[in-house]
DNA sequence: TAGATTGTTAATCGATTAACAATC
DNA sequence: TAGATTGTTAATCGATTAACAATC
């Protein structure tokens, strides 16, 4: 199982994603030269990227869709039947909870947590817990904070409060012994021994974009 | 005005936003190395990158905490004013809209449009609107896609439908001469001609944690 | 077989680092 | 002045590219 290097991981995901829609338009096959077209690199990039995986492709055929999409989601753990907590009842931890975000990758959401109360209603057969309107995945339901002792998912934290309250909850996942955490706050969080940290950084795509309005262009 | 790397551009988001900490935290000045920690790069790079974007530090003494924020806010288009409309009334469209993603960055939000009714209802003097809970700033409306043509912004249009909507608001939005989409979908969208686009790739950052929890670690 | 397309290589390109002279 | 810290350089490191032999 060869090393990865920084790069090539940092671009897998993507992948992912794109040949996700190609499954879904039931597209079997596809060439490096295709492929790098939806992905946005070059075909030789491709080539090179998925090289490191293994021995995927077939010469003079390109790569089947189904392998690739299946070996690239086993190199990033979308196998592993990782849980989620989502600390923050905010309208983006509501929002990713409930998207296919989380899901297409392999992450069940089983709780959200709140700090302050909110509304929360079920609907459905079987029953989905709604929170603030936006219908939670089954079995996710919302607790408060409180409650985070009689939950027992400890594999990702998905911080996703506001900024003022991340210190303290970040001690608190930290201290539960949560593996991960995915940053969705505004905040830049440094993790440590055991706890692994991701910023997601959303915000700051934004500004890619408006440095590209703002001078010539980007890419 | 020299050109910067696209390493570098890459990284101002982050100072920008780990820079608005320190202002908040009546901080004054900052020395490379005490940066570095903050934004978990070397102190060294830090050194390199804002070297690249002028004379703005000083020797023996640091570099001043707001005239940095505000030399890497004017280089990244944050003072340009630019306006976004969301196309999307989705939980993730409102939570953006919402949010201080946009308004930290210096892009006002005037409008959110939906493709299906939701519920709508005002609050407060001024009033907001309030959209299906979540309460959106100042002067921003929510109103059904039929009326895109009546809204005059055509700064940044923020992409946060469903996917199997991208297709058709994306055309919309290329045909009403939007100058930038920041892409919140799955979809992975390429820009053209006058169009420029930044697919945000949120859930991608995802699994570089999943990644990492399933195999080693990362950074 | 002929055509297509991969996997790999060597060459290029760009980014990072460590060290230190300049200087506040 | 002495101490601190920048800006810059040369050396290193890693990533990308283009080309093509291998092969399905």
Redesign the interface.
Known sequence: MSQLSRAV??R???Y???LR?LINNGVLRVSSEELAG???LSASQVRGDLAALGDLGQQGYGYSVKTLYAEIAS????G?G?EAVVFGA???G???A?????S????RVTAVLHTKPV?IATCGDPPKTVC???VLPDCCGVYPITELGKIKSR??AVLACD?EEVPELYRLIADHGF????NLT???L?GFAKL?V??????????????????G??E
């Open positions: 991981i940092s897998l995901p993507r992912y994603r794109c829609i939806l992905v946005g190199r990033l753990g979308a592993d990782f905010t309208p983006m509501l929002a990713v409930a998207s296919p975000a989380l297409r990758r392999g992450v509304d603030c309107g936006v594999d990702i900024d593996a991960g955490v995915w505004e905040l830049e440094r692994l991701v910023n997601a950084r959303v915000g700051d795509s934004l500004m890619l974009l408006t440095y590209g309005l703002h001078s262009d980007w």
